[in-house]
Every structure is written in C-alpha cells, then in structure tokens.
C-alpha cells in the first residue's frame, strides 16, 4: 500500500566504469533496473526522478568520473531522499564525494543479476560508506516485485531506514577458543609483530575502491608496512626479462596441462605473444618484490597498467599457488620465494592482502596448503535446496583451488571491452572441498574482519556451465555455500565486494584453522566477528 510518509520525490544516481566501451555495453540493464525501481516507487506515490539526464551521444546514462559525480551533487539538495541504483560494476569513487556530504536518507539498490557485476559494484560502495561513517540503507531484488523487497522499501520510504537481520554474527570471545589454536595463533602474531610486513602496492587505488585502501595509522600498529611501487616500473623490469625465460615459464605451464584457448587475432583473441608478456610480467613481479623484501604484493592492473601490456590476471593466479613456474634472480643464482606463493592481493585491495598473510602464517604453520585468493561475491541462486554462491575474480585464483590443479586449469583471452592488449585468465571449477572465508574491512577507523566457516560444492556439469553463461564464462566459477548464512544476512553484513578463501583438508581441521587465526588477529589487534555456524570461540 502506498506510505503515509511525507516522501513525495527522491532523487536516483548511478554510477558506472571509467570506460564507456563497457559503460555502453552495460547501459540496457542499468535502463530496466531503473524503469522496475521507478514504478515501485510510483505505486508508494513517490517520483523517483533521475539527477542528471542519460548521455545519448556517449549511449549510457552512468556518472563516468569523479569530477562528473562531483558537479552532479552540486546540483542536489543535500536533505534530499537519495537513492543509488547500479546493474553494473561502477567505480564507487564517482560518487563518494557527494555521498559523504549528503544529510539526507541514502538507500542503495541492486538488481540481483549475474549478467553484470551490479552486486559486486553494490558491496563496494556499501563498504566504503561504511568505511567513511555514512548512514545509509541498502537493498536488491531480482523482479522488484517480489514482497521481501516491496516490504522493505515502504520502510525505507516511511522511515528513511531499512534493517536487515544481522544475528548470524557475533563478536568473538578469545577465551573460549580451544587452548592449542589460540596459543598458536598469539606466537605467530608475536613472530609477525617481531619480523615485520612488506605489502608491495604497485599504485593504489584501483577503480575507485576506497575501501580497499587501509591507511598507514591503522595498517602500522598490526606491523604491516606498505613499499609504494610504481607500476610503469613494473613495464620497465618487464622489458629486462629474456625471452627464453619467458619461455620456459610458459612452457612449465604446458607441461602441467594448462590449456590455452589461442588464436591469431591480437584484437579479440588470445594469443601466444600475450601469453609471453604475462609470462615477462611474472617474473619482473617476482623480482621486484624480492629487491624490495615484500611478503604480498598487489597489482593495480585495470588502469594505465591495462594500455600498456596483457592483463596481469594469469601472473596473479600464478603467484598465489603453492606450485608455479620458478623464478631465478637476475644472476640465476638465486630462486625466488621457493616452494611457497608470493600471495598477491587483487586489485591492490589491502584488506584482502593483509588476510592473504595471515592466512599464509597460519596455514603453513598448520601445514596445509597456503595457495589462497580473494573473489568478487559475485551472485548466486538456490540449487539442491541450499543457496549456492557464484564466487569469481579474473584474475589471483591459484590453481590449487581448481579441480585437477593445472591440469584443470583454461586460459581464455579477458573480454576486449576490458583489457584492449588482451591477457589470458587462469580459469577452472572450484574443486570440492571445506573453506574458511574471510573479510578484513575498515570501519570505525579501525580494522575489522569477519570470519566464518563453509564449503565448495560439487555442481552438475550443465549447472556449472548455466552459472558461467550468466556471469563471465573466462573467469573462474567457484560454487560456495557459507554455513549459517543466508543470502540477505551475506548481503547486509557483507562490507565489500571481495571475499578471501582457503581450503582447509575436512570440515574439523577447517574450524581448527579459523580459530588459529581468530587468534592471531585478535593479538595483532584487529576485531575479530565470528559469522554464521562457527563451533569456536
């Protein structure tokens, strides 16, 4: 029924990609979430109107730069009803300004689709408000005509607020866990405390993910440290690597079965030359976090890196696995970080690269296999009466992760509209198996992370396949289901658009795992949520 608010108009932004060769292509399903969202509104007898007018010479209606958000909400009365509405992946930089200025209700809208990644766009903007302290209210649908949307958006409209059921998390009380991980987890905290972290940021800020950037005052006091890097020094050191090295770098890839989808277009299709240049970018990665004494490193990639080699995603896939291509110092003398991953942290997200070196300490203390990986938390849908998620990133998947390794591993060209030089991806099914998931985030000016337990599931081959045919088909598919949270609770609590993953050998060991580095973030200082079905702490 229509509200009995005083609300009779609200003002609708949204915000795209830097590029319009993929603002142009994902323009028709940010049109349809629009036109759905503005008839809910109509039937509550509210107008839902449009900020700035849709572009028709550059085909797309998306705020595309952070100046161009900025003269937006110049416009905007700053008491005024404010909804954000994305069916995209958007770079949340284009609107924070006017965000964190505004006085008046925010809610932000997704439509629950994997065509496009809306959702991941959604997230991240959530969890930079909630980094910068911005109130705000959040929903998704997937018809917008469904009663669990309808019911919370007559609240949103009557009350200016919208609450989700976030029960499933708890604080954790350190006493209660098991005696040996938590006494575990406090040494390895105290080692890291003594020895000191490098994170390699080859330039911050990728894609406007303010999230994901973690300030110098609060990163220091855990003993992480940032070497800032430049990533045109990562092009100049590309060119010192012979090409015999790059080589013999994909060639050990061949020989564990690696699969590359080639052809000889260099404009829409994979090729061995792009390949090669991956293979370069590989090693001079490896070198330069070895000149600078790095423990993680995170490239950029998506901006100015993206116009001047292939994309980095096969190098990323590549340094977070156990097992990967050797890599000698420039004499040959020396092999660099043997034996073990160089964890890289996507999209330089330094939320994600601080949980990749926990992670790391406390799996190899426990001897399991370190190989870990963030994702996009990408979508999903029921299946076998559980809801399963669609976890994907293009690039920083360890093969480790797939079912038979390399071996199971394609490497398929990343979508033009992206990346114009091309690269390959490092794509396989998430092999089966209990994980522990993860999410460092900013909040309150101090560093958070949410912990819980869960699985990778098995799919049949033809649900598989319809998953990747509504996502990206190049990137991986991981098929997860996180106990004891629901897929509105995921969504509400969730403060960012990745999620960090590791596979532990069974269900009890995992939980043994997460309690080590429940422990071991507790003692660095960081506090620690338990979330969903968590039989520690």
């Given at each position: ?24 292509v ?62 995209a ?29 809306g ?56 006493k ?6 938590a ?9 890291l405390?003594k ?73 829409t ?7 090669l ?97 963030l ?19 293009s ?70 396949a319809r ?32 999620i ?7 269900a ?23 979330c969903?079905t968590?039989?520690?702490?």
């Amino acid at each position: 029924m229509p509200s009995k608010s005083a609300m009779k108009e609200a003002i609708l932004i949204t915000s795209g990609d830097l590029r319009d060769s993929a603002n142009t292509v994902c323009w028709p399903a940010q049109q349809e979430l629009e036109q759905k969202l503005t008839a809910c509104f109509a039937k509550e007898g509210v107008t839902l109107k449009r900020a700035f007018p849709v572009d028709a010479a550059r085909g797309h209606g998306f705020i595309s730069s952070q100046r161009m958000g900025m003269d937006v909400f110049a416009n905007i009365d700053p008491e005024a009803n404010l909804v954000f509405a994305t069916a995209a992946w958007q770079y949340t930089h284009h609107v924070l300004p006017g965000m964190r200025s505004h006085r008046g209700p925010i809610l932000t809208v997704a439509n629950w689709s994997g065509q496009w990644p809306g959702l991941v766009g959604l997230l991240n903007l959530n969890g930079s408000l909630v980094k910068t302290g911005t109130p705000f209210s959040t929903l998704w649908s997937q018809s917008f005509d469904d009663a669990w949307f309808l019911e919370k958006l007559h609240a949103w409209i009557a009350t200016g607020k919208v609450e989700h059921d976030t029960s499933h998390v708890r604080a954790l009380d350190i006493k209660k866990l098991p005696a040996k991980p938590a006494a575990t987890g406090e040494s390895l905290a105290h080692k890291l405390q003594k020895k000191k972290i490098i994170l390699g940021v080859f330039d911050e800020g990728c894609m406007g993910m303010y999230n994901a950037i973690v300030d110098d005052e609060i990163l220091n006091p855990l003993g992480f440290f940032k070497e800032r890097l430049s990533q045109s020094a990562l092009v100049a050191k590309m060119r010192e690597v012979r090409e015999e090295e790059a080589a013999a770098a994909l060639q050990w890839l061949k020989d564990r079965g690696v699969r590359f989808v080639l052809g000889s277009d260099e404009a829409t299709q994979l090729t061995e030359r792009q390949l090669l240049e991956q293979c370069r970018m590989y090693i001079a990665a490896t070198r330069i976090a070895d000149s600078f004494g790095c423990d993680a490193i995170g490239i950029q990639y998506q901006q100015g890196l993206k116009d001047m080699a292939p994309a980095s995603d096969l190098v990323e896939g590549l340094l977070n696995n156990q097992q990967r291509p050797p890599v000698q110092d420039e004499s040959g003398s020396r092999e660099l970080y043997p034996g073990a991953p160089l964890p890289h942290f996507n999209e330089v997200d330094e939320c994600a690269g601080v949980d990749a070196l926990v992670t790391n300490w406390c799996w190899t203390e426990l001897g399991l296999d370190p190989s870990t990986t963030l994702h996009d938390l990408r979508w999903g849908q029921e299946f076998g009466g559980e809801f399963v998620w669609v976890l994907q990133i293009s690039g920083a998947a360890p093969a480790n992760h797939f079912t038979g390794g390399y071996a199971g591993a394609v490497s398929e060209r990343q979508p033009a509209m992206y990346f114009p030089l091309g690269g390959g991806t490092l794509k396989g099914i998430g092999k089966k198996g209990s994980i522990v998931w993860s999410r460092v985030f900013v909040e309150g000016g101090k560093l958070h992370v949410d912990l819980g337990l869960g699985s990778v599931i098995e799919l049949p081959e033809e649900e598989a396949a319809r998953r990747w045919q509504h996502t990206t088909s190049q990137w991986p598919l991981v098929s997860a289901v996180f106990d004891g949270v629901s897929r509105d609770a995921m969504m509400a609590r969730h403060r960012a658009n990745h999620i960090n993953i590791a596979y532990a050998t069974d269900a009890k060991q995992a939980a043994d795992a997460l309690a080590v580095k429940a422990a071991m973030f507790a003692h660095l200082g960081v506090t620690v949520h338990l979330c969903g079905t968590v039989p520690v702490g």
